[in-house]
């Protein structure tokens, strides 16, 4: 086993990480195809909307898991893990953006309705507000510019934009299904490995 990790650990160090920015940008550039070619059965926008929304939990779920892989099972894919953060942006903003054009056809009145009505527009509404500080400063200049404790504080915040994001999955589907489920379950087991438990107090003899 050690020797399969170490073989993925050097072929990780010689992949560049604009590889990893490319691949990740296949599934998205597929599903506008299937899009446009009328590829996605027979409500495509929901399809769409679906696809690129579980494509960015499935990314939020992978950095998720790069600590507890490096940790448990020496798995170093820690280059990567800016790449995978930021094309999960890239997924829910398209997500978004294809609720706000095809699905409501830009009708904002009827957008900001359904935002503070709907409870799971409401929670992922507030999962995408919050990616938007970690997108804007995926960079070195701001990781300079913060400082790295400081940058790393605000990082932080893709703890419960994972747990909102799970949430989001779970509600929209309107009935209980298992893979939301498994999904927020992954994402609570991947948190839990972060929790760092204080030791029990030794009782001092005769106590």
């Not at 992949?15 to 599934?27: A, D, E, M, Q």
């Not at 990082?155 to 999904?183: F, R, S």
């Amino acid at each position: 086993m050690s020797k399969f990790i170490d073989r993925i650990n050097q072929l990780a160090r010689k992949v560049p990480t604009w590889v990893v920015y490319l691949l990740l940008t296949l599934p998205v550039a597929l599903l506008l195809f299937q899009l446009v070619s009328g590829g996605l059965g027979v409500d495509p926008a929901k399809r769409f909307e679906h696809e690129t929304g579980e494509l960015s939990l499935k990314l939020i779920v992978l950095g998720l898991a790069i600590t507890p892989l490096r940790k448990f099972l020496k798995l170093n894919l820690f280059k990567f893990r800016r790449a995978v953060g930021v094309m999960s942006f890239v997924y829910v903003s398209v997500h978004l953006f294809a609720w706000v054009l095809i699905d409501m056809n830009l009708r904002w009145a009827q957008m900001y309705e359904d935002i503070w009505k709907r409870p799971y527009i409401t929670i992922g509404m507030f999962a995408f507000v919050l990616m938007i500080p970690l997108a804007v400063t995926s960079n070195n200049l701001s990781l300079r510019k913060m400082g790295a404790a400081t940058w790393r504080k605000l990082h932080k915040l893709v703890y419960p934009i994972a747990v909102l994001g799970g949430v989001h999955y779970i509600m929209v589907q309107k009935v209980w299904e298992t893979e939301p489920m498994v999904y927020l379950a992954v994402i609570l087991a991947l948190l839990a490995t972060r929790i760092k438990w204080a030791p029990k107090a030794r009782t001092a003899p005769g106590v």
